[in-house]
């Protein structure tokens, strides 16, 4: 069955620390990736996406991923955490089709000041 | 551009009453309509989605529905609310085309607490 898996549920790091998420799918063939964050009793929001292409795709707040076909992961990663970063965060596939997209159970960012 | 609306915001309702949640969507036509719930710790859990007016197509078997009596709007209704269906709910659009490549964007939520 197709699956995301956020092995992560909770990750705690130091303000001005690198950060990476991660993320891996259960699929025939490569879906089309994502990843959203979402703020406490907020909506999600799209950090980035991945199609096709280069398997390094740049999102937004200084986020980046990386699509990595023989892991079947798509880890999304920033250089410096900023406390405003705390929120959590969901990856997500699409799969060429069809109208479904699988989301990840999330994780739980905390950032220490 | 396109904006995404939900209503109400929050809403606390007793067991056994009916439910109403209203998404709509402007800026585009023919959206592809989601409704999703949002457990703690669970993630996102597809309920329905729309691909056009009348078109329902339900992912979980449960006391919801869902209708699109027009092309930018999707509610989402219970006749009887179950302790269970507290959460927050969240409505998604997405361009109206095949092939899985548009994103999807989400409005702001709806939390619902059934006591």
């Known amino acids: 069955a197709q699956s995301v898996t956020q092995p992560d549920i909770h990750i705690t790091v130091s303000e001005g620390a690198s950060l990476e998420l991660r993320c891996n799918y259960s699929?025939?063939?490569?879906?089309?990736l994502f990843w959203y964050v979402q703020s406490p009793g907020q909506g999600l929001q799209l950090l980035l996406k991945?199609?096709?292409?280069?398997?390094l795709v740049q999102g937004i707040k200084g986020f980046e991923a990386e699509f990595k076909r023989s892991q079947s992961s798509f880890n999304l990663r920033k250089p410096s955490v900023h406390w405003s970063d705390a929120a959590e965060y969901f990856c997500?596939?699409?799969?060429?089709?069809?109208?479904?997209?699988?989301f990840g159970t999330g994780t739980r960012l905390k950032v220490l000041a | 551009s396109q904006t995404i609306h939900q209503w109400p915001a929050t809403l606390v309702q007793p067991v056994g009453s009916p439910l109403s949640l209203e998404c709509t969507v402007e800026?585009?036509?023919?959206?592809?309509l989601y409704w999703y719930r949002q457990a703690a710790g669970r993630g996102l859990q597809l309920l329905f989605y729309?691909?056009?007016?009348?078109?329902i197509s339900s992912e979980v078997p449960q006391n919801l529905s869902a209708s699109r009596p027009q092309d930018r709007q999707f509610i989402l209704s219970s006749k009887k609310l179950l302790l269970s269906d507290s959460g927050f709910y969240l409505c998604?659009?997405?361009?109206?085309?095949?092939?899985?490549?548009?994103?999807?964007?989400f409005g702001p939520g709806t939390r619902l607490l059934v006591l």
């Open positions: 699929y025939g063939a490569t879906p089309y």
């Open positions: 729309s691909v056009g007016i009348g078109q």
């Open positions: 997500a596939v699409a799969f060429p089709g069809t109208y479904k997209y699988i």
């Open positions: 800026g585009t036509s023919n959206p592809n």
């Open positions: 991945y199609f096709s292409g280069d398997t």
């Open positions: 998604a659009w997405r361009l109206g085309l095949a092939g899985g490549r548009e994103t999807q964007y």
